[in-house]
């Protein structure tokens, strides 16, 4: 955000129902104030019944994108008028922008994620995952996961209807993905080389809690990466747990950071500063660095 906002400002914003808990203005107007430009990104409170008006009020308003969060991620996408492939494969939307033709929607989510594993430089042919969760956020790892070339995806997750459900909505993935009941979980472990939580098991305020115990960590590879999408606590008991059990651990920090700045350069055409954005997240959040 550049002060002050003035008659030129353009407006980008965030729609979700509840609002209150996002981080998104908070990381990308300091994003968009280091590259000195003339915007301002804001929260909008919309519920699920006014989504149709509100949409078209944002067209009406002249903003130049907005995000998409809770609950909106699947219900947006009745009223664009096209998606990306990817965003119609994960079923959900996080970024829209305007388009001659009506708004456009991706999911930037699925990038999110790849970030931190992109950085490690290695190849992820023979990586078997596992995804503990089917909620969302696991809709965008299985994406990921197939697009990075992973050998195979298992599921676990405490619903047989739900597990059954998400495993038969995955017609066209190049990987296989098997699911299990979460009480089938720890047999399962030794051949994971890339654990990922996509429960809320563990998140502040309940931080003391961990999806997977001492015990089944211990099953692990010494290789295997233990990656949790939970960025506060930080580190969560999952990763410190496995820290000290050596393993290499990933956070969900980065996963926030990268579908922002992803979102942002769709908008504004250039890339913003990664480390601006982290440090204004890790400020806002009182987080460890
Ligand atoms: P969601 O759609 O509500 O899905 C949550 C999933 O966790 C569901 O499959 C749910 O299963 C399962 N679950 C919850 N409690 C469980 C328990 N005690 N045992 C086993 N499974 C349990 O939520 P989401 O949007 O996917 O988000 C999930 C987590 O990811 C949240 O912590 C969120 O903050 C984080 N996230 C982080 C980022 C990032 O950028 N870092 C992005 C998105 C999400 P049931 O349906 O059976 O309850």
Redesign the pocket.
Known sequence: MKFPIVGTTQLLGVIGDPIGHTLSPVIHNRALAALGLDYVYLPFAVKPADMAVAIAGLGALNVQGFNVT?PHKQSVIAHLGEITPLAAQVGAVNTVWPTEKGWAGTNT?VQ?FLAPLRSLSQSWQETQVMI???????R?VVAACDQLGCQGMTIA???PE?LAAFGQSWPQLKAPLKTIL?EHLTPNLSEAALVVN????G?APHGDQS?LSQEQLAQLASTAIVYD???KPRPTRLLAHAHAQGLHTID??E??IH?GAIALEQWIGQPPDITVMINAAQEFLGLNC
């Not at 503990?132 to 696991?138: C, R």
């Not at 996509?198 to 098991?201: G, H, L, M």
């Open positions: 809770i989510d999110g503990l969760g089917y909620g969302g956020a696991a965008a997750g405490r619903n739900k979460w996509t429960t809320p098991i998140m999806p999408l939970i960025y969900g920090l996963m926030l579908q």
